[in-house]
């Protein structure tokens, strides 16, 4: 009895080990980016240094834990090496722990708060309402990420805008028009400056903080 009370012990300690390596991503708020924007598509390591301020040694380094934690994986192309999530486990898991987050520290809804407090006149809409307006045809929505992103994936019907074109895209939009900016979800400010600045201009312009998955999710629900 004793060998196999000790046999379990062993065989519960090799599983928490395991866990323990998923544990060590998380230890690094730019790992946690960097499975994030891995979440809108593949992208090099290159173009992961550009969207996260690091050079490409460091996310080189982030990107070796991730591997050895098997929460992404990667493909040659000529000399550059894609990298995306090993599978959709992985936005499930990024989910989650934003929800835990959310509801335990209240740090977050401080930041948040914080941020979105200063602009004036910033109109959220929940993803019903989006819902709502699309089902009419009454709105134009906006994707405000990178065009890779949005090939990857985007919500239906939405116009592929990235933030850094949206001066441009303004210039061409009749003022009569209803619009909706998203971007990358809940870590993503670019809808909230974007919805601003156009309001500003005169458009009758509103928010979706949710991103494309939370998107896919809520549609899954609808039918």
């Not at 486990?89 to 934003?98: H, N, R, T």
């Not at 993803?127 to 065009?147: F, G, H």
């Not at 903080?209 to 809520?218: G, L, M, T």
Request: glycine share 4%; hydrophobic share 40%; net charge negative.
């Amino acid at each position: 009895m004793e060998e196999l009370i000790s046999s379990a012990k062993d065989y519960k300690d090799e599983l928490y080990k395991q866990l323990a390596r998923v544990g060590k991503c998380l230890s690094s708020d730019k790992r946690l980016e960097i499975l994030d924007l891995l979440s809108h598509g593949p992208k090099t390591v290159e173009k992961l240094a550009q969207d996260t301020g690091m050079n490409v040694a460091n996310v080189s380094r982030h990107l070796q834990v991730l591997n050895d934690s098997r929460l992404v994986k990667f493909t040659k192309k000529g000399t550059y090496a894609i990298y995306s999530l090993a599978d959709p486990s992985v936005v499930e898991f990024l989910f989650s722990l934003w929800h835990l987050g959310e509801n335990h520290l209240s740090d977050i809804t401080r930041i948040k708060e914080d941020f979105l407090g200063h602009m004036e006149e910033l109109y959220t809409l929940t993803m019903d309402e989006v819902y709502e307006k699309l089902k009419k045809e009454n709105i134009i929505l906006i994707d405000l990420r990178p065009a890779d992103e949005y090939e990857a994936g985007h919500i239906e019907d939405a116009v592929s805008v990235p933030m850094e074109k949206l001066d441009l895209y303004l210039q061409q939009l009749p003022r009569d028009k209803e619009v909706v900016a998203y971007c990358r979800g809940q870590f993503c400010a670019f809808s909230a400056i974007a919805a601003q600045k156009m309001k500003k201009q005169g458009f009758r312009a509103y928010r979706m903080a949710e991103s494309i998955h939370e998107w896919q999710k809520y549609r899954e629900l609808k039918h």
